[in-house]
């Protein structure tokens, strides 16, 4: 896998050549014999950047004319927006992709599409093409503006199409978006990655690390406002490195005081926070700007000195545990989240009994918790000292043990409290939202309140959620 380049290009996307406005004009006349638009389905795997990437997507294909399904089996279009960052992601799209096989055997006129980091890595792409002969599109991470013209050479010149950029990467920033919720979005403010955390692929397929202008940030967030929008999540691999690439030098925690003066946006959330790059700018500014909501996710991955440094993660444990002192210091009532991998090349048991010692001392709020998976091309895949399965698994089980009571403790403290909550779906008679801390958060009510922010009263909590009383509207 190489290392590239990446530029940003601001310009909006282009949707008007010939060959466009034909497709166009085909799926109009489509519609116009069929009586119902053209439709596609999105399998969306792994981060929010994919989930970003697949409003995108939706935006470059509603311009188009077509209308997103829920029903994949019933589809015009599939498409798989895959991860490559574990590999069970990967061994699940290659088994979904199975059962489309025999979807497109009895509709041949179906087309499916395969994008996201797995397809930037070449090995994965040929396995692709390979074994599932009938995927009629490919395209890369950088590439989806070109969709439009990847579907027309399927549909009009009849030939298999594939479009990934390989060498330099040009990322197209102004494309129609269709966002999944009016309420709350996801902006990027950066792109790739510059760490080479010994176990990670996403250097490798996301190019290395640009960040966008402030201005067009500030320009799409107001935007979003106007559009009614109340939450952003800022959205970069390390968003506490934003703005070390760009010309005139702004930090991030410039860039969130300027945010947080944009009116109408009530919440400001970023992913992922790097420790390596958490500033005491930082942690003065989630303390300042008070819609910057009272949560960091502050991926630890594991708490012994000796795996982080096989892990290139640039911290120590005791690095680590004094910026959850500052954070808690600053923000008494801070939820702090983690990511950790279980099982790390050369992992010993004294290195694990490190992971669960700092989970006990910062007694995190919730936490993604991984077996470690060998990513072929990483350094760590090249690593000795693998660690066997069965005993990844007893730790992994270990760790749960220990965590999942601190995360419970953690939401029974909250009972009794009222919090706001963004409201942000409805099944049957039950309303959905989120705490700023960003707790889960279940209770009864109209679906009027979809993307209200209301007072909730908690009354009951389980590990991964909380449930409550509505008390009044903010
Ligand atoms: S910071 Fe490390 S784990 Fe996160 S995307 Fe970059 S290389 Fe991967």
Do not use: W
């Amino acid at each position: 896998m190489s290392k590239r380049k990446t530029d940003i290009i601001t310009e909006d996307v282009r949707l008007d050549n010939d060959k466009i406005i034909e497709l166009k004009n085909n799926n109009e006349q489509f519609f116009i014999i069929n009586g119902r638009r053209k439709t596609y389905h999105i399998l969306t795997y792994g981060c929010q950047m994919n989930e970003h990437d697949s409003e995108k997507i939706s935006g470059m294909l509603t311009s188009i004319g077509y209308e997103e399904t829920t029903d994949d089996k019933s589809a015009d279009l599939v498409i798989f927006n895959t991860c490559l960052i574990r590999e069970n992601a990967e061994l699940r799209v290659f088994g979904k992709l199975g059962e489309v096989k025999g979807l497109k055997r009895k509709n041949p006129d179906m087309l499916v599409a395969v994008c996201g980091c797995m397809m930037q890595r070449q090995e994965t792409r040929e396995k692709v093409l390979k074994k599932f002969s009938f995927v009629d599109i490919i395209f890369g991470t950088n590439t989806i503006h070109e969709l439009p013209m990847l579907i027309y050479n399927v549909e009009i010149n009849k030939r298999k199409s594939v479009e990934i950029v390989d060498n330099t990467e040009s990322i197209y920033e102004n494309m129609p978006k269709q966002r999944k919720f009016k309420h709350k979005a996801l902006v990027n403010i950066t792109y790739g990655c510059n760490n080479f955390c010994t176990y990670c692929v996403v250097p490798y397929v996301r190019g290395r690390e640009k960040s966008r202008e402030p201005n067009e940030i500030i320009q799409e967030i107001k935007a979003l406002s106007e559009d009614g929008c109340k939450e952003v999540t800022l959205l970069g691999q390390n968003v506490n490195s934003y703005g070390s690439n760009l010309e005139k030098k702004v930090t991030f925690a410039e860039l969130l005081y300027e945010i947080n003066k944009i009116e109408g946006i009530e919440r400001i959330r970023f992913m992922t926070s790097h420790p390596k790059d958490l500033t005491d700018d930082l942690i003065k500014a989630i303390k300042e700007c008070d819609k910057v909501c009272k949560h960091v996710h502050l991926p630890v991955q594991a708490g012994s000195n000796n795996i982080l440094s096989r892990m290139n993660r640039k911290y120590t444990k005791e690095h680590y545990l004094n910026l959850v002192e500052k954070l808690k210091k600053a923000v008494p009532d801070i939820a702090i989240t983690t990511d950790i991998i279980v099982g790390f090349p050369g992992e010993t048991e004294e290195d694990f009994l490190e992971t669960i010692d700092i989970v006990k001392k910062v007694q995190y709020d919730s936490a993604f918790t991984f077996l470690y998976s060998v990513r072929e091309g990483t350094e760590a895949a090249k690593m000795e000292n693998q660690v066997p399965d069965e005993v990844k698994h007893e730790r992994f089980d270990k760790l749960l043990d220990v965590l999942y009571p601190i995360v419970l403790e953690r939401n029974q403290q909250c009972i009794g409290k009222v919090f706001p909550v963004l409201v942000e779906s409805a099944e049957n008679d039950k309303l959905t939202g989120r705490t700023e801390h960003f707790r889960l958060v279940h209770f009864k009510g109209s679906n009027a309140l979809i993307g209200e922010i209301v007072n909730v009263r908690i009354t009951n909590v389980k590990t991964f959620h909380m449930e409550g009383e509505f008390v009044s509207l903010l």
